[in-house]
């Protein structure tokens, strides 16, 4: 009697385990599905990818976008990239179609005056910080910024327009960021794409890039009010530019 229990305790061991061990071959079997954060990364490549592309005018304003034929171009899936072509009408760089997709946004004149207006004030507050900065003995970055400015002098001298507004972008987002503000380091981030957006439209006159030098010797002397006033005096002169190379306004 007590092997008959005995044998019947073991079946219904083995059949236990082998039932715990038929629900994990099951669990195991499944196929994973993509993470939020997989297709977060995804969706935020297109978004560059896109992005880049308007920057240097494959997709001109007024271009209307299809999302299969961007997805083929960038040859993803849809999925990531309409999210990406919401996330940029979102952020007002391309705008909704009736019925029939969207479009690359045309830059208005009130939108170069709204840049302008928000992106002087963290210039000239950047170039102030990144001086204090150095005066306090953080020069670490100098090298880098002064990279910059030879690298847009290489690329004037090549008639390399897009070469040389990717270098005048870095010496402003170089400027922020030795400027040792996570503040407005995160603000001027949300500005980065509609001023490259905006310098890779407007010409690249010369002494552009002289203001740039004199805004670099003064924030690598730590001279915080001079680098203040050369940045103000920079912007504003960039806001004449800009003005005049898409509206034909002095």
């Known amino acids: 009697m007590a092997r008959r229990d005995e044998g019947r305790m073991k079946a219904e061991t083995v059949a236990d385990r082998s039932g715990s061990e038929s629900a ?5 079997s499944h196929t994973p599905v993509p993470t939020p954060a997989g297709s977060a990364s995804l ?15 494959r997709y001109a304003q007024g271009d209307r976008l299809v999302e299969r034929e961007v997805a083929e171009e960038l040859s993803m899936s849809r999925v990531p990239v309409r999210e990406a072509l919401r996330a940029l009408v979102a952020e007002g760089l391309l705008e909704l179609l009736p019925h029939s997709g969207v479009r690359v946004r045309r830059l208005e004149y009130a939108d170069v005056e709204h840049l302008y207006e928000v992106w002087e004030p963290l210039a000239v507050q950047a170039s102030r910080l990144a001086a204090r900065a150095v005066a306090a003995g953080d020069t670490g970055r100098l090298a880098a910024l002064e990279a910059t400015l030879r690298q847009a002098e290489s690329a004037a001298a090549s008639d390399e327009g897009t070469r040389e ?13 030795m400027s ?8 001027m981030e949300q500005l980065s794409w509609q001023l490259r957006l905006l310098f890779g439209m407007r010409e690249e006159p010369a002494h552009m890039r002289a203001q740039h030098a004199e805004m670099y010797r003064h924030i690598s002397a730590g001279d915080m009010e001079a680098a203040a006033a050369s940045t103000l005096l920079h912007v504003r002169d960039s806001r004449t530019v800009a003005l005049r190379s898409l509206f034909g306004d002095a």
């Open 43 to 57: 969706s935020a490549r297109a978004r560059e990818a896109v992005l880049q592309r308007i920057v240097d005018r």
């Open 165 to 177: 507004v990717a270098a005048h972008t870095a010496f402003h987002e170089g400027v922020v960021a």
């Open 180 to 187: 040792g503000n996570p503040l407005l380091t995160r603000t």
């Open 24 to 28: 994990a071959d099951d669990s195991g």
